[in-house]
């Protein structure tokens, strides 16, 4: 599965139709506890780097930019107008039917999971927890947490 896929089925898990829009720092630490489960293959896993918030793909950067231009999700200004929020179109939903009909149940539970804990944590507590996990990757963080 290409790790692009892993990304579309964090934005559609658990969501419904309307779907939710994520913020980049939301979907770069769902894809970075994605890859670090070991039942993922390693060819489709986003590789990360320490950054100024934490694990950091710029790959994902990418894909989020590719989808969007596919017309696959669209953006949102988010409240405080510092990020572009991410979301599913109804041409991205029909992907994601095609996504869940080939993926394997234990990883789509997997998506609705991380998803799950990255939406429940205030922005805070999502990099206290994310640095408490993997302290290696907050070496290079400007957020104080």
Request: without cysteine; aromatic residues 12%.
């Amino acid at each position: 599965m290409p790790q692009v896929d892993w990304l579309m089925m964090i934005l559609a898990s658990g969501e419904g139709r309307l779907g939710t829009a994520l913020d980049p720092i939301r979907i770069q630490k769902a894809l970075f506890y994605i890859s670090r489960d070991p039942s993922v293959p390693a060819a489709e896993k986003y590789s990360f780097e320490p950054y100024n918030y934490g694990p950091y793909s710029r790959a994902i950067y990418a894909d989020l930019d590719a989808l969007v231009e596919e017309g696959l999700l669209q953006t949102t200004p988010a409240p405080s107008g510092r990020w572009r929020l991410f979301s599913l179109t109804s041409t991205g939903f029909a992907r994601f039917d095609e996504i869940r009909s080939e993926a394997p149940p234990a990883w789509l539970a997997l998506a609705g999971s991380v998803r799950t804990l990255v939406t429940s944590l205030s922005f805070t507590e999502l990099l206290r927890r994310v640095y408490r996990d993997f302290p290696e990757f907050a070496v290079n963080s400007i957020a104080n947490v």
